[in-house]
């Protein structure tokens, strides 16, 4: 099932490694995350998604990268063109390829690849993908050098640098459709997306604005931030709620755990 105002009906997903425990997190809370918690949770997650007749394709756990669930990471990855990324954070390293060997094995039907060389860094997290071009973060973990290679690659669409201090730009707002983004205006300027609308909520529940749109507006949004989920119904979105506490100590978010095949380039 498809969904038009949906840009992607694909998305590739990574269970928790045993080794998740171990991941790159700053989160304090770190040292306290649940392995087997995390695993039902992303159990969860991956029924929400096919459930939105989403198709999902779930490769094998990697040991080897503790934060390999996330994998938004890696690559942006569209139907006709790709860029696969180089991580800032160097313990990464690595995940990149494996993903794009796990395509192959698997035959996936993706644009050209196309990557990210020394000295640019581009991570996923940092990529807001729109109908009306990208925007891309320069952040903690990607460089302008990273960035200029997604406008090298992606010749049919604007691609719109915004500086931020945020590790990742989707730690701080994420596109829904027809023009809406929720958004945490304390950590991500609003001016940096003219034209755009705006769903807001307060910096104390920014979390939620890590948000996967699903179609036919409903919205995943982690479970616990009540404002957030106000703020969609009146912007007449239909919130869903996932458990999202095991990422959450991993500085992951909803949109971290999957990797869609965009339909849109």
């Known amino acids: 099932m498809s969904s038009i105002d949906r840009l992607f009906d694909l998305v590739l997903v990574r269970p928790p490694a045993n080794s998740y425990v171990n991941c790159a997190s700053s989160n304090p809370q770190r040292k306290s995350i649940d392995l087997s918690l995390a695993k039902k949770q992303h159990r969860n997650y991956v029924s929400i998604l096919r459930e939105s007749g989403i198709r999902v394709i779930e490769f094998e756990q990697l040991e080897e990268f503790p934060d390999s669930v996330f994998m938004q990471d890696p ?36 644009g050209k690849m196309n990557w990210v060389e020394t000295p640019g860094t581009l991570e996923g997290g940092d990529i807001a993908v729109t109908d009306r071009g990208l925007f891309v973060g320069q952040s903690q973990r990607t460089n302008a050098a990273g960035i200029h290679r997604v406008e090298q690659v992606m010749i049919e ?61 409903r919205v995943l949004i982690p479970s616990g931030f009540p404002r957030a989920s106000l703020k969609l119904k009146e ?15 991993g500085d992951g978010g909803v949109t971290c755990l999957s990797s869609p095949v965009y339909k849109i380039f």
Do not use: W
């Not at 690559?75 to 192959?104: M, P, Q, W, Y």
């Open 235 to 249: 912007g007449d979105y239909k919130p869903v709620e996932v458990e999202m506490s095991e990422f959450y100590k």
């Open 75 to 110: 690559a942006l990855i569209g139907s006709r063109r790709s860029v696969i990324g180089r991580f800032g954070e160097v313990t990464r390293r690595g995940e990149e390829k494996t993903l794009v060997n796990d395509i192959n094995a698997h035959n996936i039907e993706v």
């Open 157 to 217: 669409r604007k691609v719109t640098s915004i500086q931020i201090d945020a590790m990742h730009l989707l730690c701080g707002c994420s596109y829904l459709s027809h023009g809406n983004m929720i958004i945490a205006p304390d950590l991500v300027n609003p001016h940096s997306f003219p034209g755009f609308r705006f769903i807001t909520v307060p910096e104390e529940e920014a979390y939620a604005t890590d948000a996967l749109y699903l179609g036919e507006r």
